[in-house]
């Protein structure tokens, strides 16, 4: 009970989503830095005696939500040669091998995911888990009122994530893995300290994406206005895309500003710009640009392009290519959205040929 973080769609008409025992254990694990980081340097220690390497190439899948992250995520991960954080190592983030003594979910049951947007996944599906590392180490540093905003990892914090990676890959053989759409608030001090990681930037139509967001917004506010641990477990995993605890990113010392009413189409427009225009601003060595309509209709040959980039040789995974036929019938500004889509154009022209 304590591992179904988001593996069953919380339904309304529960008054809670989780027992009271398995919140209990949740708040022990992931409400208590203090403990995470020190069953971290167990697990540290422990891997010093195995000679298991750090390792400077990795590979980051990272977008705004609803930008198709999941799915390609998962479809890298179905390659086998990548290793992740699995919704097996909830709740105990930080010390995976040491949980691992204790649970070992035999289960391969797949229900569609909390989102409600046809994803299946099960114990052993990998989410955007590594956020709370960073939490832990930087103690919310970067987690203001309303705002998650830019930083730069220090020396120490970056060695320290390289041995996070390497408590996650567990051996010298797989490539780390991760999907976070929270990294590039720290984008530009990981490539200043390493030229060799890869990530994957994935964008989509700005008024779909847009109406995604809000359409996900307006579900989890009233989720979490009914459950309030669904609002406490989203905030543990430093999960602000959407929802009551929606936060905005700052990725300068001046707050932009936006549309008052997080429920208008307006509001998601202007994040959808803030973030992907900082996009445009980062040294892009080792970028890789994806358009989701492209990665739904073509999917073997992006995950076939992602792999040669990673320098990582694997059998791809089946995969069936998606239309997406979804339109958003929301009005906006025509001015935002002129805005938005001489954005679009601009990530479209990073894209490799």
């Not at 009970?1 to 989503?17: A, C, E, H, R, Y």
Request: proline letters at 3%.
């Amino acid at each position: 009970g304590s591992t179904l973080g988001f593996i069953l769609p919380f339904k309304k008409k529960d008054t809670q989503s989780y027992p009271e025992l398995s919140q209990l254990l949740h708040r022990m694990a992931l409400d208590n830095y203090a403990v995470a980081y020190k069953l971290f340097r167990i697990e540290v220690k422990k891997l010093s005696k195995k000679g298991i390497s750090d390792r400077k190439r990795f590979v980051i899948v990272s977008g705004l939500a609803r930008a198709g992250t999941t799915s390609l995520m998962n479809k890298l991960s179905d390659c086998g040669s990548f290793a992740s954080l699995s919704y097996a190592n909830m709740p105990f983030l930080t010390a995976p091998n040491i949980w691992k003594k204790f649970y070992k979910p035999k289960s391969k049951q797949k229900k569609e995911r909390s989102h409600q947007d046809g994803i299946m996944i099960g114990l052993d599906s990998n989410e955007a888990l590594e956020e709370y590392f960073f939490k832990v180490i930087s103690n919310d540093a970067y987690i203001n009122e309303g705002r998650l905003v830019r930083y730069d990892i220090t020396d120490d914090q970056y060695s320290e994530y390289l041995k996070y990676q390497s408590v996650i890959r567990n051996d010298n053989k797989k490539v780390y893995l991760a999907k976070n759409n929270n990294f590039a608030l720290r984008y530009e001090s990981l490539r200043a300290h390493n030229d060799e990681f890869l990530m994957v930037l994935m964008f989509r139509d700005p008024v779909t994406h847009a109406a995604s967001l809000l359409e996900k917004h307006k579900y989890y506010s009233a989720l979490q206005e009914e459950d309030d641990f669904v609002l406490e477990y989203m905030n543990w995993l430093g999960h602000h895309e959407f929802g009551m605890n929606q936060k905005t990113f700052q990725f300068t010392e001046a707050a932009p500003e936006y549309n008052s009413d997080k429920f208008s189409l307006d509001y998601w427009l202007q994040v959808w710009m803030n973030y992907y225009n900082y996009i445009l601003t980062i040294d892009k060595k080792h970028v890789m640009f994806i358009d989701y309509d492209s990665y739904c209709s073509k999917p073997a040959e992006v995950l076939r392009e992602v792999l040669q980039e990673a320098g990582v040789r694997a059998e791809l995974p089946e995969v069936t290519p998606f239309q997406n036929k979804r339109k958003a019938e929301l009005e906006c500004s025509e001015e935002l959205k002129k805005e938005a889509y001489a954005i679009f154009d601009q990530l479209k022209a990073h894209i490799r040929s």
